[in-house]
């Protein structure tokens, strides 16, 4: 009697298995389950999506930048402006040097991107990296040069465009080549060792892997260097380059301070404006998993 009861029983516990699997063993392809499916499962399950790019709290900035030229308008609407303050800040004009004044900056941060990062690639190679003091220095003394004697030393020979971009773009490589030496040498030696035992080739791994993880802290010094740019380029004026440095300075020679005052918050607001594009630009570019 008790064999027939304990043969039901083994019978209703093989009709409830699962098929293909075992008693009290999660079904293959199921969440907890083990073995080929549940691998497959794994690899065909959506990766978690990362951050958002842009977020609502990242438009605090150009609303409160939006703000701050509404008052500014509104506070030189009510002065009176004499002929000499009108003209200079005529809105005509105005938008006609921010555009300048953008497009230099622009200039300037996309050559000290290009120059300076393939040179910090260059420094951290082990064939290569006996340059990295000459490297170095050179990038030194553009930075230590005071830009203002810069300017002036090369107006002495050539003005304009190009002149004023050359001078800047030295100026400001030191903080991208830096932060570029610097994010290359943080990648972690396993995940290179990892990528090599994969059989990827030097030229992979440094554009796949360690440019990739490198692009915060690399992204962080393009944005010094734009902000460098933006700040120091009224100072092309003196070489008739262009922005809003012709205003500025037109401003304080003839001591009006309204004016004064408000190209120099039309100069500021510029630059958190570009450094937030930036922002946005740098993030895009960032792997999710590390965003």
Known sequence: MSTSVESSGAARERDTAPPGGEVGTPPPGSPGGTGRGADTARRRRPAAPGPP????????????VAVTLVV????????????????LLRPS???????????????????????AVPLGV????????????????????????????LIALIGTWKIGFWAVVLVLTGYAILSVLRNTIAGLQGVDRGVL?????????????LLKVELPLAVPI?????RTALILAVATVPLGSFLDAGGLGLSLFGAIKTDRPVATLTIAVII??????????????????????IR
């Not at 790019?53 to 409160?64: A, F, K, T």
């Open 53 to 64: 790019v842009l977020s609502l709290r990242d438009l605090l900035l150009p609303v409160g």
């Open 72 to 87: 500014l308008y509104s506070y030189v609407r009510g002065q009176d402006l004499d002929r000499i303050e009108t003209n």
């Open 93 to 115: 004009a105005l938008l006609d040097q921010t555009w300048g004044h953008i497009y230099i900056s622009v200039t300037i941060a996309v050559l000290v991107v290009a120059i």
């Open 122 to 149: 260059l420094v951290t190679r082990e064939r290569t990296s006996a340059s990295a003091p000459v490297v170095l220095a050179l990038a030194n003394i553009g930075q230590a040069a005071p830009s203002l004697g």
């Open 193 to 205: 060792d990892a990528a090599k035992g994969m059989g990827m080739s030097p030229a992979a791994v």
């Open 218 to 222: 690399i992204g962080a010094g393009a």
């Open 268 to 289: 500021a607001c510029l630059a958190l404006v570009l450094d937030w594009l930036a922002g946005i630009l740098q993030r895009l570019a960032t792997p999710r998993g």
